[in-house]
């Protein structure tokens, strides 16, 4: 191996993933409760995600969003999908571990532990 290559590389102990218990491929969102945020996005963006189709956890979060989206008589766009975002954040910040689904916990608290490896 060259040493460009080797100084470009990360070890592994250095690169996290964001995972989400039984997805393939997930975002930050899909480790969230879906009753933390539902309510909220049906009474402030008039989006329904209460369906079997949302659900379904076998497409990212943002897919299964825009596919609810789509169904929904809301307003919907990047700024919207941005406001939402931004909404399930502040319940993370409000509710803390609690937000967590339970599937997803243990992962979350390795995931904290490795952060602050790196902080030092």
Known sequence: MSNYFQ???KPASEIL?????GMTRC?????IKFDA????????????VDTKAFKDRRKPWSDRLHQAASKSPGVFDDRIEAQIKTRIADIVVEKGID????????YIQNLVEAISRFAG
């Open 7 to 9: 100084e470009k590389t």
């Open 17 to 21: 993933q964001i995972k989400s218990a």
């Open 27 to 31: 975002e930050l969102e899909d480790i």
């Open 37 to 48: 945020y539902a309510t909220i996005i049906k009474d402030e963006f008039n989006i329904s």
């Open 99 to 106: 937000a967590i689904a339970d599937y997803d916990r243990e």
